[in-house]
């Protein structure tokens, strides 16, 4: 696949373009980038409702009623669960966020999450707790749509967003956003944007002053 530069143009052989990003013109989604949500929802349908054959990997569509044979009561169930944040069970982050987030907070004033959860308060609740930041170092802005992030990086002028989304992507691209996909087994289609594994990617392509 066509690599693309920080413009969206085809990038030449050998570009090191991607490793100059300002932390400050960066932000992000939260689930499926910082928290490990479907490893959760697995967690919950698992303890609640007597489902364990279910895999991450089979998970193959962000659209879990088109890849899981789940009774919609199940389905529906796990996500109420999930989004209210009743359970005993522990979200986990994805590996290297906390170093990473810690690293960029140092350099800019603030950290952006954009998330499409219909109620921030959990979720912020779940950043502060896991960044150990003043609260005026986050801010998490819960759209209730996938369609409103593009809105909220326009107006708070940031052209970058880590997103597992693939769908998202494609909205963010036509309205001249820079989509960064974070490698999921729901994103697996093909698409034209940069692509990242882990946070120690996402690293890379940020640029440090010495001693950041």
Same mark, same amino acid.
């Given at each position: 696949?066509? %690599?693309?530069?920080?413009?969206?143009? =085809?990038?030449?052989?050998?570009? !090191?373009?991607?490793?100059?990003?300002?932390?400050? !013109?960066?932000?992000?989604?939260?689930?499926?980038? @910082?928290?490990?949500?479907?490893?959760?929802?697995? /967690?919950?349908?698992? /303890?609640?409702?007597?489902?364990?054959?279910?895999?991450?990997?089979?998970?193959?569509?962000?659209?879990?009623?088109?890849?899981?044979?789940?009774?919609?009561?199940?389905?529906?169930?796990?996500?109420?669960?999930?989004?209210?944040?009743?359970?005993?069970?522990?979200?986990?982050?994805?590996?290297?966020?906390?170093?990473?987030?810690?690293?960029?907070?140092?350099?800019?004033?603030?950290?952006?999450?954009?998330?499409?959860? =219909? !109620?921030?308060?959990?979720?912020?609740?779940?950043?502060?707790?896991?960044?150990?930041? =003043?609260?005026?170092?986050?801010?998490?802005?819960?759209?209730?749509? #996938?369609?409103?992030?593009?809105?909220?990086?326009?107006?708070?002028? @940031?052209?970058? #967003? @880590?997103?597992?989304?693939?769908?998202?992507? #494609?909205?963010?691209?036509?309205?001249?956003?820079? =989509?960064? @996909?974070?490698?999921?087994?729901?994103?697996?289609?093909?698409?034209? #944007?940069? %692509?990242?594994?882990?946070?120690?990617?996402?690293?890379?392509?940020?640029?440090?002053?010495?001693?950041?």
């Amino acid at each position: 696949m066509e %690599e693309r530069t920080l413009s969206g143009t =085809p990038a030449a052989a050998g570009s !090191n373009a991607w490793g100059h990003i300002d932390p400050g !013109n960066l932000a992000f989604d939260i689930d499926g980038v @910082v928290a490990n949500t479907m490893r959760l929802f697995l /967690d919950i349908v698992r /303890d609640n409702y007597g489902i364990n054959h279910i895999r991450l990997e089979d998970i193959t569509s962000y659209n879990l009623e088109d890849c899981l044979d789940l009774d919609p009561e199940v389905l529906l169930g796990g996500i109420r669960i999930l989004l209210q944040g009743d359970y005993p069970h522990t979200l986990h982050p994805m590996s290297g966020s906390r170093r990473v987030l810690a690293r960029m907070a140092r350099t800019v004033p603030r950290l952006l999450f954009v998330t499409a959860r =219909p !109620n921030r308060a959990y979720i912020a609740g779940w950043l502060q707790d896991l960044l150990a930041l =003043p609260e005026a170092a986050i801010e998490v802005v819960a759209t209730g749509s #996938f369609e409103a992030k593009t809105d909220v990086l326009r107006e708070a002028g @940031v052209q970058y #967003f @880590v997103e597992d989304r693939l769908e998202t992507c #494609f909205l963010l691209a036509e309205a001249n956003l820079t =989509p960064i @996909v974070y490698r999921q087994p729901w994103n697996r289609q093909p698409h034209p #944007f940069k %692509e990242v594994g882990g946070w120690d990617e996402i690293e890379a392509l940020l640029r440090f002053t010495p001693g950041d």
